[in-house]
């Protein structure tokens, strides 16, 4: 069974609480939230105090993606904030397992990324520490953008090598006219931004991404 993870990053931002809780309400698995830092992909969003003041009042998983350079310096004051499993990007920090292995030490899960354009065999040594793999299937940075097709040879690889114990997140894109085409190649977990919060109704949205798989 597929799980839903709505990206707040194309939620209305003057109307934060409420849009999550209608996702929550919906029936969303977990709530993604991305985290930019202008340097590592070229776009600012949220900090720590955005992530606390969201964890009073939604119980939904929160599915934090690090898209920031040196990650591992950011790991604590989002754990502080509330967020139950962090991801951070192969490409930005050179301790990537390190960075994993200290994420999990805090009795959290762990997850690591990669863009459409790093190579699915990055992830092979680093597998033995993470809870979920996470595919790019478009250019970090926006939401909105238009699905990458060529990454989907990709998760198919990302997929033959995972265990069964570990998650596959996909990332850009993704809506009604493409979800199946991930999910046969593997993914379980899907982020989607702009097909839900774009909707006119949000909450029929996960409904019928769901149904979709």
């Known amino acids: 069974m597929i799980k839903i ?12 609480r409420n849009q999550v809780a209608l ?18 992909v070229p776009n600012l969003t949220f900090g720590p105090a955005i992530v606390k ?5 939604s119980k939904l998983f929160f599915d934090v993606h690090l898209m920031l350079e040196n990650p591992e310096k950011f ?10 499993h962090i991801t951070v990007h192969a490409e930005a920090t050179k301790h990537i397992c390190r960075c994993l292995q200290y994420i999990k030490s805090c009795g959290i899960t762990a997850g690591v990324a990669i863009n459409p354009g790093t190579p699915a065999g990055v992830l ?9 793999a996470l595919v790019m299937t478009v250019n970090p940075g926006f939401t909105g953008q238009k699905f990458i097709p060529e990454v989907v040879n990709k ?3 990302v997929k033959s090598m995972l265990p069964d114990n570990v998650d596959l997140e996909v990332d850009g894109g993704i809506g009604l006219s493409n979800i199946k085409l991930v999910t046969e190649a593997g993914a379980n977990v899907i982020v989607a931004g702009a097909a839900v919060f774009y909707a006119d109704d949000p909450a029929k949205a996960i409904r019928e991404l769901k149904a979709a798989e």
Not at 5 to 16: E, K, N, T, V
């Open 75 to 84: 790991v604590d004051p989002f754990l502080e904030a509330g967020a139950d």
């Open 5 to 16: 993870s709505p990206s707040i990053l194309a939620c209305d931002l003057g109307d934060f």
């Open 53 to 57: 003041n969201l964890r009073q009042t």
């Open 124 to 132: 092979e040594e680093v597998i033995p520490f993470i809870d979920l």
């Open 23 to 40: 996702v929550e309400n919906a029936g969303a698995d977990m709530l993604h939230i991305d985290i930019m830092d202008g340097l590592f």
């Open 155 to 157: 998760i198919r690889k």
